[in-house]
């Protein structure tokens, strides 16, 4: 046997890639249902990160799949995503909001019924959303780009290498997106972190159900982090929705539930920050930037450089869509500057 044939990537191993995407789809599938069912609290949730683990063996595996293919598939899987998103947030915020009841006033209570109709309305787009027909195509064209699995590269030697430093990279920059995160106390910050650190995670997860990664070892960790950011996000997310809907009158009798939302971000960001250390990621020790409290994620972000030139105004007319794929080239940029010096 030569040198070519001894580094094969195992046809085991592409056994288990076929596998792994075989049962995410049919999770997909299953939790669609769920949510055109309309009677599962927990289905919205579960078919975005169905969406997003298929997202990551999409991008992570990129080498089996036909280009173009590939690149209908994950944009229909985003859309999935963004659409079911608003959904998925008013479900936190009505959850976040329901124990606390018994204590307000009416003003909570105009809120919370105002919160539950969006709600409804949100669910029933949904599952409009994924009928039948519509979610057969976005099968096909997750189909489409597994269909050539097989006429893919399966004695590629490096296939299998390549995976893993697709899933390192991503950690890289989830690193970077950490450590800024620590150092700047800045909302659309931590949101950025917080996606990261889930694309990391999903990222590992996919290599690691095929073959052994050393980064595995950290995902407990990772999870963790997600968690204290998400507890973050959801306060700070209700925190906005409440100060745009609600009129000025009525604030006054909101404002003891402002205040706990605001002491449990508070508490968040010091569990984020007392995690992060242990990924081995940099903490700052000069004072952090000021905070910019209850800003919204469509707000003006501003990415810092570590080039000397100072930071980048992200404009907030293109949406979050836009400044987030900014940032994320801007910390590869980052982690590819860190790696030649």
């Avoid at 690149?71 to 606390?100: F, I």
């Avoid at 409009?128 to 064209?141: H, M, N, S, T, Y």
């Amino acid at each position: 046997m030569n040198d070519a044939q001894s580094n094969c990537v195992p046809v085991d191993h592409l056994a288990l890639v076929r596998k792994t995407i075989a049962r995410r789809i049919a999770a997909l599938t299953s939790a669609a249902h769920r949510v055109r069912a309309a009677d599962d609290n927990d289905a919205t949730h579960d078919l975005r990160v169905c969406a997003r683990s298929l997202d990551a063996m999409l991008q992570t595996w990129d080498c089996l799949f036909p280009a173009r293919a590939r690149k209908d598939a994950l944009r229909a899987l985003r859309q999935v995503r963004r659409r079911l998103g608003q959904a998925r947030e008013l479900q936190m915020h009505v959850s976040l909001l329901e124990p606390r009841a018994w204590q307000q006033g009416e003003p909570f209570a105009r809120l919370l019924l105002q919160l539950r109709e969006r709600l409804l309305r949100r669910a029933h787009r949904a599952a409009r959303l994924l009928r039948p027909k519509r979610f057969e195509r976005l099968l096909g064209r997750i189909e489409a780009a597994t269909r050539e699995f097989e006429a893919g590269p399966a004695t590629d030697s490096h296939l299998l290498d390549r995976a893993r430093t697709r899933a390192l990279q991503t950690g890289a920059v989830a690193r970077v997106a950490l450590e800024l995160a620590c150092a700047r106390d800045d909302e659309w910050m931590l949101h950025q972190a917080r996606i990261a650190a889930k694309k990391w995670r999903y990222a590992v997860e996919s290599v690691a159900e095929v073959a052994p990664i050393s980064e595995s070892q950290l995902l407990d960790r990772v999870r963790d982090i997600q968690k204290a950011l998400g507890t973050f996000q959801d306060r700070a997310t209700l925190m906005d929705a409440i100060l745009r809907t609600c009129r000025s009158e009525e604030r006054a009798g909101l404002q003891s539930v402002l205040d706990e939302l605001e002491r449990e971000k508070q508490a968040a960001i010091r569990e984020f920050k007392t995690l992060v250390p242990r990924l081995g990621v940099r903490t700052p020790t000069r004072p952090p930037a000021r905070q910019v409290a209850n800003r919204p994620a469509r707000a003006v972000a501003r990415i810092p450089l570590t080039n000397g030139h100072g930071g980048a105004d992200v404009p907030a007319n293109g949406g979050q869509i836009a400044a987030s794929e900014r940032w994320e080239k801007m910390a590869q940029w980052l982690v590819a500057t860190s790696a030649q010096k």
